[in-house]
């Protein structure tokens, strides 16, 4: 049987993932600190863990291993017997269109920087137990309201900005986004196929900010102004992914998700 730990209970990914992928398999989700207070031969019950669970200070500072939970995670163990599932971020990337698993690694901010690091590290460490997913933006509501929530996200701005009534100029980059419908139904995926390696998540499209706001909130849409300087622009390729998992996930699922998020 199946059975997945989550690390994170009160993360954006953690607590949606736990809602999701508790309809096909059994799902266990504790914070990282309940997980730190648990002894080796707990872990042995699972097939896959994923740490949802980030340190404020792995996001914005210079690397540091004590503020890498992934890292003080796995160290505990000489050997594991469980899939292990990083999540991380497609900053490890040098910015261009269709960029794919092979491409040139030149994350540019301290984050990219800092789950590059993770990675390498993993990969040496317990090598085919991982599962890295080099992961796009995601849209979705939190589920578990957290005033710590380390990880600000595009959502979390776009709700900001819109309850701050606050009129400004938007750069019209375009992106790679996924719903986290779209982002569990993958996982629960490679999951069930048991699947290791290293993968984009990605739709591997092209969406414009101006017209996913549009797809959100058309009123919000019109006060917005947009500019077409472009300076953070990407898409993902996700050829990788679908070898594995077949079902393409399609824009038009995106933006049916996005035009009932605010309902």
């Not at 980030?54 to 594991?80: E, P």
């Amino acid at each position: 049987m199946t059975k997945v730990l989550i690390i994170g209970k009160n993360s954006f990914i953690g607590s949606n993932l736990k809602k999701s992928l508790s309809k096909k398999f059994k799902v266990e989700i504790l914070s990282f600190e309940q997980v730190k207070k648990k002894n080796n031969l707990f872990f042995l019950k699972y097939t896959h863990i994923i740490n949802t669970a980030i340190h404020k200070k792995y996001i914005k500072n210079k690397y540091d291993k004590i503020y890498d939970l992934d890292r003080v995670f796995i160290s505990r163990f000489k050997k594991i017997q469980f899939i292990y599932i990083f999540l991380n971020t497609r900053k490890i990337y040098l910015q261009k269109e269709n960029i794919s698993e092979k491409s040139l690694l030149k994350p540019r901010c301290q984050y990219g920087k800092n789950k590059l690091i993770t990675e390498i590290f993993l990969k040496k460490k317990i090598k085919r137990k991982l599962l890295s997913l080099r992961i796009g933006n995601i849209i979705g509501k939190r589920l578990i309201k957290n005033k710590r929530n380390n990880h600000k996200l595009f959502f979390d701005n776009f709700l900001l900005f819109k309850k701050n009534k606050k009129n400004f100029l938007v750069a019209n980059d375009f992106k790679d986004f996924l719903s986290i419908v779209q982002f569990s139904r993958i996982v629960s995926s490679l999951i069930q196929k048991k699947i290791n390696g290293i993968y984009n998540i990605s739709l591997s499209q092209k969406i414009y900010i101006s017209e996913l706001i549009y797809w959100l909130d058309v009123d919000y849409f019109k006060k917005i102004n947009f500019t077409n300087k472009l300076n953070d622009s990407f898409t993902l390729s996700n050829k990788k992914l679908l070898k594995k998992i077949g079902k393409k996930p399609l824009k038009i699922e995106l933006k049916k998700f996005c035009k009932n998020i605010l309902r």
